[in-house]
């Protein structure tokens, strides 16, 4: 790391901070649990988007751009998946019902993702395009005795690991003495969890050794992960609720079916999100999706950029819960409006923005140093740092084609402009406007003619 401090991360599963060293320098490999797409995402989904894109950022600085992997998944196959699509295309055959809801939602959530100003993971795989993935590390699984069939599920046998529960330290004892045997009658331990389930006619199911059926959520991202980083990684991520079952669950199955000592070397959560200093539900009526805060005017009175909402975020130390309010936003876009908006250029990051960053993610010191850095400092480093943060818009590439097509239209409103046909001019502006195209019109400096100049919003 250019001349600064070496990277420490807080790993859950030794409950300590401790200097990062990834398994191959020139591949290091990032795994983060993605949405379900049922519904619009909501601003507790936000903070894990944003704070693994702020390490994904700072592994690329550290290691290169071109060395680090980062998969975050998409669920697509989930019985809440199945209700919402019941719900909504009642009238639709449930596959089509099924791949309207999805994609739909998985759309939003990617736009929702680019508007809080985070880079593209590497690959964003889906569940239903790894089934014959699944598949095989279940196969696995009932082959070496981790695994077992009863009442048309396949189970994992909780009580063949040695060591399960390493990650939320929950023994398997406390766990028998609360659960509900009645329910659960089929299961050699209460723990035991689905990896596969027959579907009947009207959900969705795919063959398999076991029937025509569909998996369970966990075993999912086992597979998701082992295609794209490995079976064995360096750091899997999401929010704290996700420790148990499911985490727990995916190291479960990833360790026995490959027969590893780990399945990623650092486990790191995010902690929760309050809204107006209570916890979010809908019953509360402070339940706020990321598409309300963008575009309504239900949060507040008004809409939030995407910056503004980044930036609040960034305020909280990942690991600390956080109350997400008015308040909270009204002050990240005081300090916004202080920064200056530059380009980097080939400067390099700022040392203390760095070393904040460097030290687990202290998102809070770094926005400190670079508040700092605003106030005086050379302005390419600023940008330089801020981009590590991805707080400062970076300097968006342009297609060329799409740039003379922008350019075209330009030219074709500054002649309805002369011919004075304001209306049909005002229409251009606002079709390339809601392309994210805005321009600015001004006057030649030497000529006095008007001229236009245009730039692309994200
Ligand atoms: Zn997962």
């Not at 983060?32 to 519904?39: H, I, L, R």
């Not at 023994?171 to 689905?194: M, S, T, W, Y």
């Not at 075993?219 to 992960?225: F, G, Q, R, T």
């Not at 980097?344 to 030290?359: F, H, I, K, S, T």
Request: proline share 4%; net charge negative; hydrophobic share 40%.
């Amino acid at each position: 790391m250019a001349g600064s401090a070496e990277l420490r991360l807080y790993n859950t599963l030794t409950r300590e901070k401790t200097v990062f060293a990834p398994i191959d320098r020139d591949n290091v490999r990032m795994y983060v649990c993605g949405p379900t797409v049922y519904d619009f995402a909501h601003i507790g989904n936000a903070r894990p988007v944003i704070v693994f894109d702020v390490l994904f950022r700072l592994l690329r600085h550290v290691y290169g751009a071109d060395k680090v992997v980062y998969a975050r998944n998409i669920t697509d196959v989930d019985d809440k998946i199945n209700a919402r699509a019941l719900r909504d295309y009642p009238g639709l055959p449930l596959n089509e019902a099924i791949r309207r809801v999805t994609e739909k939602t998985e759309t939003q959530f990617l736009d929702d993702a680019r508007a809080l100003g985070c880079l593209e993971p590497t690959h964003q795989p889906r569940a239903t395009e790894n089934i014959g993935g699944m598949i095989e590390i279940i196969e696995k699984l009932l082959a070496n005795g981790h695994a077992y069939q009863a009442e048309g599920e396949v189970l994992f046998d909780t009580r063949s690991m040695r060591d399960y529960g390493q990650l939320s330290k929950r023994n398997l004892d406390e766990q028998q003495a609360g659960a509900r045997i009645a329910v659960d009658a089929h299961k050699k331990n209460p723990g035991d969890f689905v990896l596969w389930k027959l579907s009947s006619h009207n959900e969705p199911g795919w063959e398999s050794p076991w029937g025509r059926g569909r998996p369970g959520w966990h075993i999912e991202c086992s597979a998701m992960s082992q295609r794209y980083v490995g079976e064995v990684f360096d750091i899997h991520g999401g929010g704290l609720d996700l420790i148990f079952p499911h985490h727990e669950n995916e190291i479960a199955q990833s360790r026995c079916a490959h027969g590893t000592e780990v399945m990623a070397n650092v486990w790191m959560h995010n902690g929760f999100l309050q809204v107006e200093g209570r916890k979010m539900s809908k019953s509360e009526g402070n339940f706020v999706t990321i598409y309300e805060l963008l575009h309504t005017e239900k949060f507040g009175g008004r809409t939030w950029p995407g910056e503004v909402l980044r930036l609040a975020m960034l305020m909280t130390h990942y690991r600390e819960p956080i109350d997400f309010s008015i308040k909270r936003l009204e002050e990240a876009e005081r300090l916004l409006a202080k920064w200056p908006a530059v380009d980097a250029g080939n400067a390099e990051p700022d040392a203390a923005v760095l070393a904040a960053l460097a030290d687990d993610l202290n998102t809070v010191a770094a926005v400190q140093a670079l508040h700092a850095l605003a106030q005086g400092g050379d302005p390419s480093v600023f940008a330089a740092s801020a981009a590590l943060l991805g707080v400062l818009p970076e300097k968006t590439e342009v297609d060329e084609a799409v740039a003379l097509d922008i350019d075209r239209r330009v030219a074709a409103r500054l002649e309805l402009l002369k011919a004075k046909n304001f209306a049909e001019a005002d229409k251009l502006r606002d079709e390339l406007l809601a392309e994210g195209v805005q321009l600015k019109d001004g006057k030649d400096a030497v000529s006095g003619e008007r001229v236009t100049t245009w730039e692309l919003k994200r």
